[in-house]
T-cell receptor, first 117, second 113 residues
Framework: DVKVTQSSRYLVKRTGEKVFLECVQD?????MFWYRQDPGLGLRLIYF???????EKGDIPEGYSVSREKKERFSLILESASTNQTSMYLC????????????????FGQGTRLTVV | GENVEQHPSTLSVQEGDSAVIKCTYS??????FPWYKQELGKGPQLIID?????GEKKDQRIAVTLNKTAKHFSLHITETQPEDSAVYFC????????????FGKGTHLIIQP
């Protein structure tokens, strides 16, 4: 069974704090993604990575950064948390790079519900 | 970039009836269309997908249809059961593109007993 594990289910942080959300996958997947889920807005892509030390901006990267030092781990960093970053954060991973023949399933973690007060 | 519209946002059906959720996409180059189901307290999980060279795919009580000309695709659930209650997301991606899945905003499906 593919497993994507997010380190925390619930987090409460103060405005201005630096926040780290950790994600680990155990299937040796190349691709990893961070999404944010808000009511009425669906899932929006924040950042993704196709390889170690590689990162690409998604649709809403402002206020976030990421780190991928090892293939199995992808971290989302909120440099200075703000109340508008209160949300559910979902990490996902998938096998080989997307291509026209082998579009493949993305596996999601259970999510981290972050509240910034 | 890709834009995916999903309707309705909420759908309530009687147990045993059918449910249909519809999505449209904007990028004619998109060629992979998965559907994810998210149960309460869990991450989304793939339930069915379709590629652009196929018009319809079925897996037991669920089916997906794709109309490339009109750029829309639909999820059909027949003989609905209480365990079908969840939020469903459609998504689209252009194979070979340098970005992740673009998701619709989700449909909250409620199965009434």
């Amino acid at each position: 069974d593919v497993k994507v594990t997010q380190s925390s289910r619930y987090l409460v942080k103060r405005t201005g704090e630096k926040v780290f959300l950790e994600c680990v996958q155990d299937m040796d997947h190349e691709n990893m993604f961070w999404y944010r889920q808000d009511p009425g807005l669906g899932l929006r892509l924040i950042y993704f990575s196709y390889d170690v030390k590689m990162k690409e901006k998604g649709d809403i990267p402002e206020g976030y950064s990421v780190s991928r030092e090892k293939k199995e781990r992808f971290s989302l960093i909120l440099e200075s948390a703000s109340t508008n970053q209160t949300s559910m954060y979902l990490c996902a991973s998938s096998p080989p790079p997307w291509d026209r023949v082998m579009n493949t399933e993305a596996f999601f973690g259970q999510g981290t519900r972050l509240t910034v007060v | 970039g890709e834009n995916v519209e999903q309707h309705p946002s909420t759908l309530s059906v009687q147990e045993g009836d059918s449910a249909v959720i519809k999505c449209t996409y904007s990028d004619s180059a998109s060629n992979y269309f998965p559907w994810y189901k998210q149960e309460l307290g869990k991450g989304p999980q793939l339930i069915i997908d379709i590629r652009s060279n196929v018009g319809e795919k079925k897996d037991q009580r669920i089916a997906v249809t794709l109309n490339k000309t009109a750029k829309h695709f639909s999820l059909h659930i027949t003989e609905t059961q209480p365990e079908d209650s969840a939020v469903y997301f459609c998504a689209a991606i252009t194979g070979g593109g340098a970005d992740g899945l673009t998701f619709g905003k989700g449909t909250h499906l409620i199965i009434q007993p």
